[in-house]
């Protein structure tokens, strides 16, 4: 775990980055949309045991413990110079060579960091369950989705238990760490972390409870201050980000991804979590042989999160196939027919 200090006329950025592994390509990680670095965990736990790479995950602005003046501003073009800027402040004028993969949003803003070359030592590129035509479609239905989530959770274990069962992630190992990145933990009812709906709830209470204080003495003074402790207890943890208040922004990342993503020189792989997924552009482009694809079923949409072992033996057998790695600890490759 570190902090990367970002420099510039205005000000200074802090972006929280993890890294692991010692030789080989950096892997840069992008998180996809609400999510953070640590829903890499368990994917970075396997494939640096499989070959020779170094790992960088980062916390995109307005995600994770990374701390930026305009957290709000998550256009693609800001997003990109996010990670241009942060291998710049790693590496300088030298960076090693780099991996870009992307789950999600973060697939969008690797093929956009990729074709604005902010990564000039950019080796490979690889997007995770996001396809232009999919993600277009999709976004109608967006904040009916966001709306159906709860609000806040009563502890963390409450939190990772929801998004195992909603099927949000399917790997119980994956969602102990990922969720510490998606949720934050409200101070108090006052607390300006806290929904207002909360603290509407608490002052309602009291003002219930003042009114049987007058009339019933002390006992339910004690009882109202029980109560007050419950209450504050029960609404522990909300989501980190507002990914409504994003709505804007969506457009930007996907639209055209499809064209963008082919038209990158380097080595490109696709990961999906079924075959209907493919827009035109993409199903023509894997026909004519310009980007490897794979597709992991049984997977919801963290693809990375619910197989952590088949995205990182994919990759791996990517990076060992382009002679950018070499494997460790007996790893075989199993080259995919597609």
Known sequence: MEDVVVENDTGKDTFRIYKSGLEGPVLLLLHGGGHSALSWAVFTSAIINRIQ?????????????????????LSAETMSKDVGNVVEALYGDLPPPIMLIGHSMG???AVHTAVANLVPSLLGLCMIDV??????DALNSM?????????????LENAI?????????????????????QVKQCEGAASPECPKAIVEGIIEEEEEEEEEDEEGGGSVNKRKKEDDTETKKEHLYTWRIELAKTEKYWDG????LSNLFLSCPTPKLLLLAGVDRLDKDLTIGQMQGKFQMQVLPQCGHAV???APDKVAEAVATFLIRHRFTEPIGGFQCVFPAC
């Open 53 to 73: 790479c170094r790992i960088v995950a980062l916390d995109l602005r307005g995600h994770g413990e990374t701390k930026v003046r305009n957290p709000e501003d």
């Open 107 to 109: 697939g969008a803003i």
């Open 131 to 136: 396809v232009e035509g999919t993600a277009m």
């Open 143 to 155: 904040q009916n989705f966001l709306r159906s989530r709860p609000k806040t959770f009563k502890s």
């Open 161 to 181: 238990e929801w998004s195992v069962k909603s099927g949000q992630i399917r790997n119980l190992e994956s969602a102990r760490v990922s969720m510490v990145g």
């Open 253 to 256: 990342w996907f639209r055209g």
């Open 304 to 306: 990375h999160e619910d």
